[in-house]
Every structure is written in structure tokens, then in C-alpha cells.
């Protein structure tokens, strides 16, 4: 049995496009769609699976219709995941109806903390650089974030906030129950010892708002960075020179991060700089425990959250908390890849693949209705493949795949599909179709 998958990219279609959008079949958007024709056409697939967004124009719309000839059917994501994602599934597979909604929610996926929403919101391709903001500002596009209470101590430690925000007995993936008695929020306090030795010289301190690796200096620093410039976190200095004038200091630089704590040191003061730790700015009152760059802590007070200076209306209790991206495993499983799929690459690529990608399991239910879907070896012809997604559907259903091509141009996402499936042949770039050179290749390679 002959298979054809695709989904070209929607990126000139979307709704979300917000500059030089395609409203008309015509442009590269329709020319991406159009290969999928051609390779229908000269593939001859027994059965063809064509999916794209559902915000594209109503004329885009309609002529894939017309050219396809078949009505597109419209699937969310929610009704098998915890995620929120409408596209549009055009096939000539017979008889495909609505998958029955497995009630899971955003909760059911994360590996620690609160949801801020019930259910995730549509993983964009561009996740790796979402922030609180997108999460709470980000209008028909907010971005799925989890958040984590912590309680901000005088020692600058993390507590565990048990029973008044984790809930016992919630239910995981597969229906089973998980104790979330943990706490997974640790801001890290600038100038904590490092070392093991126990060891108060200042060449073991931590130095760095990220807290990694030591701001480098004039003379070495031998184990850590004895003199030189010190890039360290506070609020946004435009907001503390009053207060910095007071303690000591002048002559302050725009854009100069300096330690209240300690006026009169020359080496507890520098410049941000985007490639060391820039000045962190949170609405935490305790700013020495402000966490790290990316996970500043926000104080929730009266039902709103003050994120850059913008109030937000929130429903949690009073009290402070870290809001962070999902992992890339919980993407995963709002994307329901499975647990065992590997990523050997980092995780903005992940992110960007997780985006791009199908939910799994609508595409493993669709092809469930294909007849013959199990009992016969497939032959399958993927266009713009990505991380092979359908070639996750499939295995899913246990089919048998005597061989899957594959065009895709994205260096890392064949790395992932290699990893993954080294057994797919990589076919390069999806415009090849309309050459005949390129299908004497393709006949080439299976052995016709």
C-alpha cells in the first residue's frame, strides 16, 4: 500500500502572521502546497493524508478543497491532548470521524508546579523564546507556561508550599495517580559558596546571575574571579539610583548593574552585558533572591501579578512564584510524541520541531480508518516530514513500514528523524518534485 503524507508550511497562511500574510491562493505558501499536488500526482498514492492551519484564508482554503477534491475535516488537538490546536485534515481515507475527547488537561503533562490555564494553548515553532509575558499578555496567542510557588525565605532558600498548592492524587497520563510533594523552585542567591571546602575567600563565590561560570578578570583569579568586574543582579538601575546615590554610590553608568548590599566595593559593581547576565527585573521586594535570568520570581498579591510593570489578573493565592517555559518533555507530551522519542538536538531545536510537528495521535487516529492500514506492508512518501511524525503515528498503530521517504531541508530535524529512524530515506528538497530527474532518483532508491 502506497501512502502519502504532508503538511506544507503554514507560515505564509497563518492568522499569526503579522507581516506580508497570504490571503490568496498565490505566493510561496500556494507554491509549497503545490508540490504536495505534483507528488500526488506522481507518486500515486492509494491514500493521501494533507494538513494546514485552520486561520488560512477562506480563498486558500477553498481551492485546496477544489483541488484536492475532498472537504477538509477540522480536528482540535484538546480532544486527544492537553493542548489547544485547530487544523484542517484533508484525505480521501473513508468514513474518518471525530476522535472521543480524552478529557486531559494542561496538568496531566507537566512534571512539576500549576498550570496557568487549564488547557495549553496552540506550541508555536518560536516557543524557545516565549516568556511570562506571552504567557499572560499574549492575547489569541498565549503561550502554554507552568508555574511553580515558592516561598522566599530570609536565608534565601525555597520552601515547599504543600497542601495549599499542590494537590495530592491528580492523575497522570495513563490514569494512574502521582504525589507532587515537591519543590523544584530554587532561586539561586548571589555570592552563595560553591565550593565544597566550606571555604568564605571570595575566589569560591558565585558571582554570576546564572549562576555558572565566573565573570572572567585582569589577573586570572586563580580558581574564581578575585578582582576585575562582577556582573551581578538587581532591579533595573533607571529604578534604583535614588536609592544606589544613598548607599554610596555616584557617578552610575545607564544601563550599570551595582550590589546594594555593598557601596563601598569597586569589584561588586559592573556593566550588563547580554553574553554575562543582564539586570534582572522582577516585582520580587527581596531582590538578592530573585532566581535566575530566566526564571525571575513575580509576587502575586490580590488576584494580579506584576510582570515588567504591567498587572496581570490572576487566580492564585497571595504569595511568590516562578513561571517558566514547559520542558521539552511536557511539549512532548502535548504534542502526545511518545516518551521514548530522543532529541539529539538542543532544546530550541526541539522546541522549534514540537511547534512545526502534528499532534500524533490525531494523525495515528485518521490513518486508523485507512483500510488495510495494519494488514498490509506500506510504502509511505512523507513531504516536508520534520521529525517524522507521521512515521511516529504509524508505529503507533502497529503498522508495518516496508519503506518511508522523506523531504525535508531542516539539517536538524533529519538529524532527529536519523536518530530516530535511521532507516528513512531522505529524499532533500520538497521543490525537486517537479523535476523528472529527481523521480528517475526516487525510483532508483526503491528498487524499481
Not at 228 to 246: H, K, N, S
Not at 307 to 329: A, E, S, W
Not at 415 to 441: C, H, M, Y
Amino acid at each position: 500500500m502506497k501512502l502519502l503524507l504532508g503538511g506544507s508550511p503554514c507560515t505564509h497562511w497563518s492568522i499569526a502572521q503579522t507581516r506580508n500574510r497570504e490571503t490568496k491562493p498565490e505566493g510561496l505558501g500556494w507554491e509549497l502546497f503545490r508540490n504536495y499536488l505534483i507528488a500526488r500526482e506522481r507518486y500515486g498514492p492509494d491514500f493521501y493524508l494533507y494538513e494546514n492551519n485552520k486561520s488560512m484564508a477562506p480563498a486558500i482554503r477553498a481551492q485546496i478543497t477544489a483541488e484536492l477534491g475532498v472537504e477538509p475535516i477540522l480536528i482540535n488537538s484538546a480532544l486527544v491532548s492537553a493542548q489547544s490546536r485547530q487544523r484542517l485534515y484533508w484525505t480521501n481515507i473513508p468514513g474518518v470521524e471525530l476522535p472521543e475527547n480524552r478529557g486531559l488537561i494542561l496538568l496531566d503533562v507537566l512534571e512539576s508546579g500549576l498550570p496557568l490555564h487549564e488547557k495549553g494553548y496552540t506550541l508555536k515553532a518560536n516557543y524557545s523564546r516565549a516568556s511570562a509575558v506571552n504567557a499572560l499578555g499574549g492575547g489569541h496567542f498565549p503561550a502554554p507556561m507552568a508555574i511553580e510557588p515558592v516561598n522566599v525565605t530570609t536565608d534565601g532558600k525555597a520552601q515547599c508550599l504543600r497542601a495549599t498548592y499542590y494537590k495530592d492524587g491528580i492523575r497522570n497520563m495513563v490514569g494512574n495517580t502521582v504525589d507532587r510533594k515537591t519543590c523544584v523552585a530554587t532561586p539561586i542567591r548571589v555570592g552563595t559558596i560553591e565550593s565544597g571546602t566550606g571555604s568564605e575567600g571570595q575566589e569560591h563565590r558565585v558571582y554570576s546571575a546564572v549562576g555558572k561560570s565566573k565573570t572572567l578578570c585582569e589577573n586570572g583569579g586563580g580558581v574564581g574571579a578575585k578582582t576585575g568586574l562582577y556582573t551581578v543582579p538587581t532591579d533595573c538601575p533607571a529604578l534604583r539610583v535614588a536609592e544606589a546615590t544613598a548607599k554610596g554610590y555616584t557617578d552610575i553608568l545607564p544601563g550599570e548593574c551595582v550590589d546594594l548590599t555593598m557601596p563601598n566595593s569597586k569589584t561588586r559593581r559592573g556593566r550588563a552585558m547580554r553574553e554575562k547576565a543582564n539586570c534582572l527585573t522582577t516585582s520580587c521586594q527581596y531582590y538578592q533572591y530573585c532566581g535566575t535570568l530566566d526564571r525571575p520570581i513575580y509576587e502575586v498579591r490580590d488576584g494580579q501579578i506584576t510582570i515588567k510593570g504591567q498587572q496581570y489578573p490572576i487566580k492564585l493565592m497571595d504569595g511568590y512564584y516562578i513561571i517558566r517555559k514547559l520542558t521539552v518533555r511536557e511539549c512532548m507530551r502535548l504534542q502526545t510524541v511518545p516518551e521514548g522519542f530522543v532529541f539529539p538536538v538542543s532544546d530550541t531545536q526541539a522546541y522549534k520541531m514540537l511547534g512545526n510537528g502534528w499532534t500524533v495521535d490525531v494523525i495515528a487516529h485518521i490513518l486508523s480508518y485507512c483500510p488495510g492500514i495494519t494488514a498490509e506492508p506500506l510504502e509511505v512518501l512523507s513531504m516536508y516530514d520534520g521529525m517524522s511524525c507521521g512515521h511516529l503515528a504509524l508505529d503507533k498503530l502497529g503498522a508495518t513500514i516496508l519503506r518511508y521517504y522523506a523531504t525535508e531541508i531542516d539539517k536538524y530535524a533529519i538529524k532527529t528523524t536519523q536518530t530516530n529512524f535511521p532507516g528513512t530515506i531522505q529524499l532533500g528538497d520538497a521543490f525537486q518534485v517537479r523535476e523528472d530527474k529527481w523521480w528517475s532518483f526516487f525510483e532508483q532508491a526503491k528498487g524499481v
